[in-house]
């Protein structure tokens, strides 16, 4: 899942980038040279060459965008524009995002810094860009309308504020908003403390992801962005699972993970094998007396969650969405379940009819993670992903969080899958068994729904 290769390839341009423009001194009056990334490869920390010194994140299968220092002040440029991602390996979306990808990338400042942001728009309509969560002045808050005109197409507005308190943010358009986050415009944004924090903890390892969610019909390439509820592709930054990266630490690492909700449902984000305490909200770090141990968290529409935990259990993990129909890709939802109905036989006389007739699910639908079944072109198969075991019946919001004891210091690279230890997998009892019938045909006649509901002026009667 990652290439080390082209990853020093860009972090060595990214800081050339970097440092190449804080010596070109008379460049300075003019924009910031964009940075573009097109590479869907979780991108190394970018360690801060300039300013003040932090902790760098890791953002799944995102990068954080270079800046250069103009009299003490971070310059960074986003530009909003149509980009292509691929969302899985086969299947790709055009979406709007920035420099290159969707999500755009995260922008890692320290607390008290000055900040600038030039964005440029190239997207066909006018936009404005919200910092999601900052202390700012109101006319720096991105609202289309109410606190800025928008930016009309072609055109540069600037954005300037000091980034007042540490924690985690987000970012995403606030003109034509249900449109443009359809389309996959948003990003994450960390501001690190400046000095200790009573409520921050060091880390050794620091993550982040988006949630975002598209209505992308199986075999099309753009999403539908009228969608209100509906969704398909349930996605952390712009990917599925198992196209989403793995997240890869040493054994009795300090851990934190940052998660943003910018999708239009709750997610419940679930962890294996650990306990985890929420440090972090959209208010920024919580309290530690305010803390309680979790293996779930919700984290709702538009909210931000900083969890911690201490990663001292080796193995591979799951973390996911505990929504079951979000660790799933593009699928019909008004299939009939078929559990425990006997329709031997009947299928071929269908496809006598409709050739391309298939009926899933008598047994439940877990064949359906190894089932080489034709998909229209550009979609993800619905559950996928395969282990050491077999198929994993997932999509969407599911990865592995990856604990090894020699995973080194700073390596971020997927250590590959887990060596269980012998005599610790769960085994086949092989002594005698007891007989398992299938339950046999009901000889209840009765027709199951027999009770006639009749709607009537104040609703529904029996
Ligand atoms: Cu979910």
Redesign the pocket.
């Given at each position: 899942m990652t290439n080390t290769h082209s990853r020093r390839q860009f972090f060595a341009g990214a800081a050339a980038s970097v440092a190449g423009l804080a010596v070109a001194r008379s460049a300075l009056a003019g924009l910031p040279e964009p940075v573009i990334q097109t590479s869907v490869e979780t991108a190394p920390p970018l360690v801060p060459q300039t300013g003040r010194p932090y902790n760098p994140v890791v953002t799944l299968n995102g990068w954080t965008l270079p800046w250069r220092m103009n009299n003490g002040v971070k310059e960074f440029h986003l530009v909003a524009e149509p980009v292509v991602r691929e969302v899985s390996p086969g299947f790709k979306v055009n979406m709007w995002g920035y420099n290159g990808q969707s999500p755009g990338p995260t922008i890692e400042v320290v607390e008290g810094d000055r900040v600038r942001i030039f964005v440029t728009n190239k997207l066909p309509e006018h936009t404005t860009i919200h910092w999601h969560g900052q202390r700012l002045p109101s006319g720096m808050d991105g609202v289309g309308g109410l606190t800025q005109r928008a930016i009309p197409v072609g055109k540069t507005y600037v954005y300037e504020f000091e980034a007042r308190r540490p924690g985690t943010f987000m970012y995403h358009p606030h003109a034509d908003e249900m449109v443009q986050m359809a389309m996959g415009m948003m990003g994450m944004w960390v501001t690190h403390p400046k000095a200790k924090h009573p409520h921050i903890s060091e880390v050794d390892r620091d993550f982040c992801f988006l949630?975002n969610a598209f209505d992308v019909e199986p075999g099309s390439k753009t999403p539908k962005v009228n969608t209100m509820t509906d969704f398909n592709i349930?996605c952390w930054n712009s990917r599925v699972f198992p196209a989403i990266d793995t997240l890869n630490v040493r054994l009795n690492d300090r851990v934190r993970i940052r998660v943003g909700n910018l999708?239009m449902?709750?997610?419940?984000i679930h962890l294996h094998g650990h306990e985890f305490l929420v440090t972090g909200t959209d208010g920024g770090p919580t309290p530690p007396s305010t803390r309680w141990y979790e293996v779930t968290t919700d984290v709702a529409v538009g909210q931000m969650r900083q969890i911690e935990l201490i990663a001292d259990e080796e193995g591979d993990w799951a973390l996911h969405?505990?929504?079951s129909h979000?660790t799933m890709n593009a699928m019909g939802h008004d299939v009939p379940t078929m559990i425990g109905v006997d329709h031997r036989g009947l299928v071929k006389k269908i496809q006598k009819v409709a050739p391309d007739y298939m009926l899933m699910g008598e047994r439940g639908m877990a064949d359906m993670g190894e089932m080489q079944m034709q998909i229209p072109d550009n979609t993800a198969p619905m559950m996928t992903g395969t282990g050491q075991f077999g198929p994993l019946d997932m999509g969407g919001?599911f990865t592995v969080f990856k604990v090894r004891k020699d995973q080194k210091p700073g390596d971020y690279k997927d250590p590959g899958p887990y060596k269980f230890p012998q005599g610790t997998v769960a085994y086949e009892w092989t002594g005698a068994l007891p007989p398992t019938p299938r339950p046999a045909a009901s000889s209840d006649k009765t027709p199951a729904a027999a009770k006639v509901v009749k709607p009537t002026a104040k609703g529904m009667s029996h």
């Open positions: 949630l349930w999708t449902t709750n997610h419940p969405c505990h929504k979000h919001m």
